[in-house]
């Protein structure tokens, strides 16, 4: 064979091969997609939305400030957003607080529970809020009697004398904020059965921070979780728990030794807010497409949930971080929960990754879409100014 018949053999067999990728990808990218949307649109439905509730009120998000234009990229194992997520989830109802003539009498008995008496009040019991307050500590107890939101914060900078160390377990602690959650009827089997994070804090100097050792541990930090029909519910940061407690045991005064009596000083931190989620639900709403969000949170328009820094200490709080590249390794459907009393616990898309800015180690990065339609949620107003 001359090579002027291996020429134009070649050129035969490129332009078959060229005509057959262009067909194929014709096939992939449009063909089968605009086929499977016919379908879809021309076959109803087997078991179509609900739509129990009606319109749903949007969802209140709070966001973490971050510096820069970060670029994002998909990192999943195969590199492609996932295949089989549901078309439609389940809505639930919280279960209504409801009126009680006891709230008042029930905030005193929690707070004597943590060890604060009526001489630690520094509120009225008229309103809708208590407050008491350790001499000792320095601690503020507030009981919110219509949502029954309860908070303690107490300055734990240069308390290591304060506690005790090594001398309580994880399972111990866990036990313990356990036994106060279900003291003061703020926990329930939705978060008994759920998971839960522990942090072991020591001081270093003035400052506590993270260790691994219980041998060292003088504070643990517990944060419970809970799932709804397998879901995560989670909140505005999804590494903090709506039930969040800090647990230490204080060193005991001389002429109280061998006394286990509960201290202000021994929930020194406290953020808990339960909303109680009824788990029965036959409503369910239809949620944009995986890709529709991929695209928002591509345009930035998504909710920076966290921003975790490689070595940062659980014990502070969140500082205003550069991200430059976002690496999204996960992606998934979870409900949204605030602190704040909701009607509706709605779905959201949960993408989580890594982010890189350079000159650092970078860290964890989370970032929320809301999933259902846009039809079915109120348009969130904004106020003049």
Not at 91 to 117: D, R
Not at 248 to 262: A, M, Q, R, S
Not at 328 to 347: C, H, M, R, S, W
């Amino acid at each position: 064979m001359n090579l002027t018949k291996v020429s134009k053999n070649f050129k035969i067999g490129v332009f078959y091969l060229g005509g057959f990728i262009f067909f194929y990808y014709v096939l992939i990218l449009v063909l089968i997609p605009t086929g499977t949307a016919i379908i879809k649109a021309l076959i109803p439905e087997k078991n179509p939305p609900t739509l129990t509730y009606g319109i749903l009120p949007p969802l209140e998000f709070t966001t973490k400030t971050i510096t820069g234009t970060p670029k994002y990229e998909l990192n999943t194992q195969t590199g492609k957003l996932p295949t089989k997520l549901p078309t439609k989830m389940k809505v639930y109802k919280f279960k209504p607080l409801g009126f009680s003539y006891n709230a008042g009498k029930s905030a005193q008995e929690n707070a004597a529970y943590i060890g604060f008496s009526d001489a630690d009040l520094i509120t009225d019991l008229k309103g809708k809020t208590y407050k008491w307050r350790s001499l000792k500590t320095g601690g503020i107890l507030e009981i919110q009697i219509d949502t029954r939101a309860m908070s303690m914060n107490t300055t734990l900078l240069g308390k290591s004398s304060m506690y005790t160390t090594g001398e309580v377990t994880e399972k111990e602690a866990l036990k313990e904020v356990t036994n106060l959650l279900e003291r003061t009827t703020r926990i329930d089997d939705l978060y008994l059965a759920g998971k839960n994070t522990i942090y072991k804090g020591k001081y270093v100097g003035n400052k506590l921070v993270q260790t691994e050792d219980p041998k060292d541990t003088q504070i643990y930090k517990v944060d419970f979780f809970r799932s709804v029909d397998g879901y995560k519910v989670i909140g505005p940061d999804p590494k903090e728990g709506l039930l969040q407690v800090y647990f230490g045991k204080e060193v005991p005064l001389e002429n109280t030794y061998g006394k286990v009596d509960i201290t202000p000083g021994t929930f020194p931190i406290m953020n808990v807010n339960y909303n109680e989620i009824d788990p029965i639900s036959n409503a369910t709403y239809p949620v944009i497409t995986v890709s529709q969000a991929w695209e928002a949170i591509k345009g930035g328009k998504g909710i920076v949930a966290n921003v975790t820094p490689k070595g940062s200490n659980p014990f502070v709080g969140y500082e205003t971080t550069t991200v430059q590249n976002i690496l999204i390794n996960d992606v998934y459907f979870g409900y949204y929960e605030t602190p704040a009393a909701q009607k509706y616990l709605q779905p959201v898309y949960v993408f989580e990754g890594n982010y890189k800015t350079q000159g650092t180690q970078g860290g964890d990065i989370t970032i929320y879409f809301p999933a259902i339609t846009g039809e079915y949620v109120q348009s969130v107003t904004t106020p003049k100014e």
